[in-house]
């Protein structure tokens, strides 16, 4: 069976950034599950995934565009320290995740600590990067009805909900 749209697809992938390895499944020995065509990857990876059968080892780049966006200027925001759990242990460089009004999560790069406030560049920090992929998928199948109506893949023993 191929990757494509609505297929549940479990990878193992290592991900390195200018050559240095930035993460792998491997380190938690847990396969990635996902489900095609839901806006759970980076474009450019579920572009490179699609019509790809298990089993097969792929070398995949993604370009800066395809991947977190080209870095933007003007995206470093103040912010309260209120705002982050453990204000006091960041530093200039860090990468911390800010929880949003509206759900969900945003990775950001802290640029300054000040007394009360804390600058962030709002750029993912892989923005402006190529990222370079080894991937070997484990498993295609096709999505059951309950996956497709919660938008994302369940692993094999995962909880329902």
Do not use: C
Request: charged letters at 25%; zero cysteines.
């Amino acid at each position: 069976m191929k990757a494509g749209k609505d297929k549940v697809i479990a990878i193992h992938y290592t991900l390195t950034v200018d050559g240095e390895k930035v993460e792998s499944s491997h380190d938690r020995d847990e396969q990635l599950w996902v489900l095609l065509g839901h806006g759970q990857l980076i474009p450019g990876l579920e572009k490179a995934l699609e019509g790809h059968e298990a089993g097969e080892d792929l070398q995949v780049e993604v370009a800066a565009a395809e991947g977190y966006g080209e870095r933007q200027e003007g995206q470093i925001q103040r912010m309260s320290k209120k705002y982050f759990p453990q204000a006091n242990r960041l530093k200039p460089g860090m990468v911390t995740v800010l929880q949003l009004k509206e759900g969900g999560q945003r990775a950001v790069t802290v640029h300054k600590v000040g007394m009360s406030a804390i600058d962030v560049d709002l750029n993912h920090p892989m923005a402006g990067k190529a990222l370079h992929f080894n991937v070997n998928i484990g498993e295609v199948r096709d999505a059951t009805a309950d996956e497709l109506k919660h938008g994302h893949a369940h692993a094999p023993g995962a909880e329902a909900h």
